[in-house]
Every structure is written in C-alpha cells, then in structure tokens.
C-alpha cells in the first residue's frame, strides 16, 4: 500500500508564510511528477503548483512568485513554501503523486488527506 502523509497547514495572518510537507510511503519503486492542490469552500480544486521528477516546476498565476514547490527525491517528500499568504489563499490544501509501485510497476495517482491552511487576521 502506498500512502500520502501531509503536515503544515494551520492558521496565519496576512503576509505571513507556511511550509507544507508530504510525505509518500508504502511500496515505492520510484515517484514522477507530484504537486500541491487546494480546494476553498464552495470552489473546485485547482492546482497550486507541480514538480516534476526532474525538478521542472509550474505555478497557478495566482501564487507565481509568492510560492515554492520543491521536493527530496530520497525522502520521496514534495514542500510548499508559502509566503506573503492572502486570505484568498485559504483552502484545504492537497498533495498528489504519481507513484510507480514495486514488484507490479503498476502506475498510481494518489491523494494526501487534506491539510487546512486558514489565512486570517
């Protein structure tokens, strides 16, 4: 089984930042692309930000030059780094990755559990 582990979230005050981690584990044989989702209340999910496998990265226009994706390939965990947040910025915050699994090498799209990343003063 192969799971995604999220933790970062929380409340904040305007202009200021947060760092979300997730952590991929289980039957691993190696991670492509991951990205950061969100969702607000009332509003479809919408990507926040990818990163490939190779470190090539892509930003919603709404968080391109306020975040950061990054991730460590050996800890299979993919960061956030959130800065200068708004209160537009407030929503249940999603990892995702596209897993490929040992033994089978079966392909696999997977979710974290949602983390809440409120933006308030």
């Known amino acids: 089984q192969v799971q995604l582990v999220e933790s970062g979230g929380g409340l904040v005050q305007p202009g200021g930042s947060l760092r979300l981690s997730c952590a991929a584990s289980g039957r691993i044989f190696s991670i492509n692309d991951m990205g950061w989702y969100r969702q607000a209340p009332g509003k479809q999910r919408e990507l926040v930000a990818s990163i490939t496998s190779g470190s090539t990265t892509n930003y919603a226009d709404s968080v391109k030059g306020r975040f950061t994706i990054s991730r460590d390939n050996a800890k299979n965990t993919v960061y956030l780094q959130m800065n200068s947040l708004k209160p537009e910025d407030t929503a249940v915050y999603y990892c995702?990755?596209?897993?490929?699994?040992?033994?089978?090498?079966?392909?696999?799209?997977?979710w974290g559990q949602g983390t809440l990343v409120t933006v308030s003063s």
């Open positions: 995702n990755a596209a897993v490929v699994r040992t033994i089978t090498y079966s392909h696999l799209s997977i």
